[in-house]
């Protein structure tokens, strides 16, 4: 009964160093608000939020409020949130923030028909920046 006791404290312990923190509060300030594009037919807009405790950002792409809004989930990786591809929904997606503007940089994914992600032919990033429209308020 004892090894038994002494293997599930050492899992819980494990378990409770495993989990990653939260944003940094310097990226959320910097990332998260109301971002806005002019573009030819109306303006695109998306905002960024956090909730408290999580290693995540939500990202919302309101668009230009034709159609209801797309929720993302972006992760941190270095200094710059990646939303990775899902099949049939959206391509691989990265933001910065550089010199107070979000940059949305896109690739496209291709698939198989297996659902495996197949790396697109040119490999080139599509991007857009967006301006701050105001800074995000809970």
């Given at each position: 009964?004892?090894?038994?006791?002494?293997?599930?404290?050492?899992?819980?312990?494990?378990?409770?160093?495993?989990?990653?923190g939260?944003?940094?509060?310097?990226?959320?300030?910097?990332?998260?608000?109301?971002?806005?594009?002019?573009?030819?037919?109306?303006?695109?807009?998306v905002s960024?939020?956090?909730?408290?405790?999580?290693?995540?950002?939500i990202?919302?792409?309101?668009?230009?409020g034709?159609?209801?809004?797309?929720i993302?989930?972006?992760v941190?990786?270095?200094?710059?949130?990646v939303?990775?591809p899902?099949?049939?929904?959206?391509?691989?997606?990265?933001?910065?923030?550089?010199?107070?503007?979000?940059?949305?940089?896109?690739?496209?994914?291709?698939?198989?028909?297996?659902?495996?992600?197949i790396?697109?032919?040119?490999?080139?990033?599509?991007?857009?920046?967006?301006?701050?429209?105001?800074p995000?308020?809970?």
């Amino acid at each position: 009964m004892k090894p038994l006791l002494i293997i599930f404290l050492l899992l819980s312990a494990k378990l409770s160093f495993a989990q990653t923190g939260a944003v940094p509060k310097g990226l959320q300030t910097a990332f998260s608000g109301v971002w806005e594009r002019n573009e030819k037919y109306g303006i695109n807009t998306v905002s960024i939020s956090f909730e408290p405790g999580k290693d995540y950002a939500i990202f919302k792409d309101i668009g230009n409020g034709m159609a209801p809004p797309r929720i993302f989930h972006a992760v941190l990786k270095g200094k710059i949130f990646v939303i990775p591809p899902q099949k049939e929904k959206n391509d691989y997606i990265e933001l910065e923030v550089i010199k107070g503007r979000l940059h949305l940089r896109n690739r496209p994914a291709a698939w198989e028909e297996k659902e495996k992600r197949i790396k697109a032919a040119n490999g080139k990033f599509e991007e857009k920046v967006f301006k701050r429209a105001k800074p995000y308020s809970s």
